[in-house]
């Protein structure tokens, strides 16, 4: 997943519960903000409103410090060859 300042979060995770409090937890602890889009555009699409994530500052640098320490835990790559 590529992320990077002010674009949109997709939250990705097992059951509805779980995502609904990961989300919840995220926003809380001030990682994310949420918004819904206007009821109409939803209205003339003819389907339910959506509902739009964004990472805020602090959850920007938190995602890159977790992705920094995953990546850390790899085994180094090496260059291929060129020739």
Do not use: H
Request: aromatic share 10%; hydrophobic share 40%; with cysteine.
């Amino acid at each position: 997943m590529a992320v990077s300042t002010g674009s949109t979060l997709l939250l990705r995770l097992g059951c509805r519960a779980e995502r609904f409090i990961r989300r919840s937890r995220l926003e809380r602890d001030g990682y994310l903000r949420s918004a819904w889009e206007e009821e109409s555009a939803a209205y003339n699409e003819g389907r339910p409103a959506r509902r739009y994530y964004r990472l805020t500052a602090p959850g920007v640098k938190a995602l890159a410090e977790v992705v920094a320490f995953y990546q850390a835990l790899l085994p180094a790559r090496s260059k291929p060859a060129r020739g």
